[in-house]
């Protein structure tokens, strides 16, 4: 049976769908996700192919930079996916799903720029950067 998720944005007006399973949940702390988010990024990604949006109109894109885009809501602008240019995946937000979401941690990435006002420590494995590439979906 093939897993399907759903979820959207905080006023509903894009909503997306995933079918298959989903990569576990990635903690990115770099400068730029910091910053748009105003803490850490908790994100979990999809194959191109298994991700359906609804609202497309709504969805907005900004070129965070050379290399990758985030999408949000235009209207109430929650953060929705980040996808790196040239690539068949996106990454989409965790908390954006609907629960249960069956999601689980994974690992943090960029720990080397994470904010000085908290602590990693849950056990998961840590990259100073984006050392190792992280998969889509785990076994």
Known sequence: ?????????LCGAVRFTTSGRLRGVVYCH???????TGHFV???????????????????????SAHAKRGFCRTCGSLLFWKQEGTDTTSIMAG???RPSGLAGDSHIF??????YYEINDGLPQ??????PVAVARG
Request: charged fraction near 20%.
């Open 1 to 9: 049976m093939t897993q399907i998720h759903r979820g959207g944005c």
């Open 30 to 36: 770099c400068t730029q996700c910091r910053r748009q």
């Open 42 to 64: 908790a994100a979990t990604s999809a194959p191109d192919a298994a991700l359906s949006v609804e609202g497309n109109g709504n969805l907005a894109w900004y070129g965070a």
């Open 96 to 98: 954006a799903f609907d």
């Open 111 to 116: 720990v080397a720029d994470k904010g000085d």
């Open 127 to 132: 990259f100073a950067d984006y050392e190792t």
